[in-house]
């Protein structure tokens, strides 16, 4: 059984930083990608960033030049770590691995919230 376990969320003032880390534990059969997603209320889930096997990174426009994904491939761990933190980055934060053989794994969820 897969488990995604997440931790690091919380309560920060604008302008804070925290970070965010996503261990992936059980029978995964390599990890192609690796990442964070997030959900506000009454939005869609969007892409934060995720890191591929190759090395690559994609991070959403908003976040650029603010948050950095680390990611420990010997341990199948992920970091997010998120600066300047802004009230619209509230959300729901979800850990996100996809496998070689595509299979979608994701966390329960950390909730982030950010006070102006």
């Given at each position: ?8 969320g ?40 995720i ?57 329960q ?8």
């Open positions: 059984q897969v488990q995604l376990v997440e931790s690091g919380g309560l920060v003032q604008a302008g804070g930083s925290l970070t965010l880390s996503c261990a992936a534990s059980g029978s995964i059969p390599g990890i192609r990608s690796m990442g964070w997603y997030r959900q506000a209320p009454g939005k869609q889930r969007e892409l934060v960033a890191t591929s096997s190759g090395g690559s990174t994609n991070y959403a426009d908003s976040v650029k030049g603010r948050f950095t994904l680390s990611r420990d491939n010997a341990k199948n761990t992920v970091h997010l770590q998120m600066n300047t933190l802004k009230p619209e980055d509230t959300a729901v934060y979800y850990c996100r691995t996809i496998s070689f053989s595509n299979t979608d794994y994701w966390g969820g950390t909730q982030v919230t950010v006070s102006s």
